[in-house]
């Protein structure tokens, strides 16, 4: 079955620094892939996502990820960090082998932003 | 505006009493789905429905059940709640097209749950 990792469930960086967060997939087959954010208090908004077109996707708020297929990977990454980043992120993917209905979610990545 | 709205926002209840927590969008979305978010666990998918009348078992449906009487709406039912099913509860709904694609979902604000 389809699975997501991201690694490192805390992600602390100075405000101006660079983010990355990482999420790797298992999947043989390119998938569907997406990053949510969820702020505090609040549901899972889409960041961005791919699903076969350009291989550096950008999304809202300044965020791009790039989709390696050779890296089974899809990290999401940001110039320069700042407060209002912090967040809930998670990476999730659509299981294509069984069934493009499914979207998987990794156990997400907390962002802190240091001022 | 277009949204998904859940309630009740909380909820706290006793083992063993029937409750439902409702869920409705006003995009017309054909897809809409159920997870439960619990901490390291990420969200993990309870049941979805690709249309009126068509639901499926998620990752972890035991102790829930759905129905899909109407398009807006899917309301998530616990017969008899238990303290594991204590939890964050998400709805979300999106287009989806009978080929696949699965276009991006739209969340609702969230339903906190305990169950004592």
Same mark, same amino acid.
């Given at each position: 079955?389809?699975?997501?990792?991201?690694?490192?469930?805390?992600?602390?960086?100075?405000?101006?620094?660079?983010?990355?967060?990482?999420?790797?997939?298992?999947?043989?087959?390119?998938?569907?892939?997406?990053?949510?954010?969820?702020?505090?208090?609040?549901?899972?908004?889409?960041?961005?996502?791919?699903?076969?077109?350009?291989?550096?996707?950008?999304?809202?708020?300044?965020?791009?990820?790039?989709?390696?297929?050779?890296?089974?990977?899809?990290?999401?990454?940001?110039?320069?960090?700042?407060?209002?980043?912090?967040?809930?992120?998670?990476?999730?993917?659509?299981?294509?082998?069984?069934?493009?209905?499914?979207?998987?979610?990794?156990?997400?990545?907390?962002?802190?932003?240091?001022? | 505006?277009?949204?998904?709205?859940?309630?009740?926002?909380?909820?706290?209840?006793?083992?063993?009493?029937?409750?439902?927590?409702?869920?409705?969008?006003?995009?017309?979305?054909?897809?809409?789905?159920?997870?439960?978010?619990? *901490?390291?666990?990420?969200?993990?998918?309870? &049941?979805?429905?690709?249309?009126?009348?068509?639901?499926?078992? !998620? @990752?972890?449906? /035991?102790?829930?059940?759905?129905?899909?009487?109407?398009?807006?709406?899917?309301?998530?039912?616990?017969?008899? *709640?238990?303290?594991?099913?204590?939890?964050? &509860?998400?709805?979300?709904?999106?287009?989806?097209?009978?080929? !696949? @694609?699965?276009? /991006?979902?739209?969340?609702?604000?969230?339903?906190?749950?305990?169950?004592?």
């Amino acid at each position: 079955a389809q699975s997501v990792t991201q690694l490192g469930s805390h992600v602390s960086v100075s405000e101006g620094a660079l983010v990355l967060l990482r999420c790797n997939y298992s999947s043989s087959v390119p998938p569907y892939l997406f990053w949510y954010v969820q702020y505090p208090n609040q549901g899972l908004q889409l960041l961005l996502k791919y699903t076969s077109a350009a291989t550096l996707v950008k999304g809202i708020n300044g965020f791009e990820a790039e989709f390696k297929k050779s890296e089974t990977s899809f990290h999401l990454t940001k110039p320069s960090a700042h407060m209002s980043d912090a967040a809930e992120y998670f990476c999730a993917v659509s299981d294509v082998k069984t069934s493009y209905d499914k979207v998987i979610f990794g156990p997400g990545t907390s962002l802190s932003v240091i001022p | 505006e277009a949204q998904v709205t859940q309630n009740p926002r909380y909820l706290i209840t006793v083992t063993g009493k029937k409750l439902t927590v409702t869920c409705s969008q006003n995009m017309n979305h054909e897809y809409m789905s159920w997870y439960r978010q619990d *901490p390291g666990l990420g969200l993990r998918q309870i &049941y979805y429905s690709m249309n009126v009348e068509v639901t499926d078992k !998620g @990752d972890v449906p /035991e102790g829930y059940k759905v129905s899909r009487k109407e398009k807006r709406n899917f309301p998530l039912i616990l017969e008899s *709640p238990s303290p594991n099913q204590t939890s964050l &509860y998400f709805c979300a709904s999106s287009h989806s097209s009978w080929t !696949g @694609d699965l276009y /991006e979902q739209y969340f609702g604000p969230g339903t906190r749950l305990t169950v004592t």
